[in-house]
């Protein structure tokens, strides 16, 4: 369910939105087009996304909480504010020490998050 990225399109928060992918992790696909998804979660304390990768690039912020992020060897600590660059198939994992709320925009759009995304309230 692509957008036509040509003509703006507008989606309200809305209780429906919210899918919960694994107890104590919800997210919300906020706004998508063939371009780009940007995603909204919602995560509690001592939860982990493991060990992953994708073929889209990733950049995010952390609006609140923190926790560990693991890229390769790499493992970065993360707090409200701090924000992130993972380039596409870069394997990562991340493990949440309080409870997180993080903004993630994908390019190009994720197809397989896509089904969880509501049609736009305007066009």
Not at 12 to 22: L, N, T, V
Not at 32 to 58: C, D, R, S
Not at 96 to 122: H, M, N, Q
Request: glycine share 8%; hydrophobic share 40%.
């Amino acid at each position: 369910m692509s957008v036509n990225y040509s003509q703006p399109a507008l989606w309200h928060d809305k209780p429906e939105a919210w899918k919960e992918i694994m107890p104590g992790v919800k997210r919300r696909m906020l706004s998508h087009a063939a371009t780009g998804l940007m995603v909204l979660y919602k995560i509690e304390a001592g939860k982990t996304f493991a060990w992953h990768n994708h073929p889209h690039a990733q950049f995010g912020v952390f609006v609140e909480g923190g926790g560990k992020f693991r890229m390769g060897e790499a493992v970065w600590e993360m707090k409200a504010g701090d924000s992130y660059y993972i380039p596409p198939a870069v394997f990562h994992e991340l493990k949440t020490s309080e409870r997180c709320v993080i903004l993630d925009f994908f390019t190009p759009e994720r197809e397989d998050y896509v089904k969880e995304a509501l049609p736009p309230d305007t066009t």
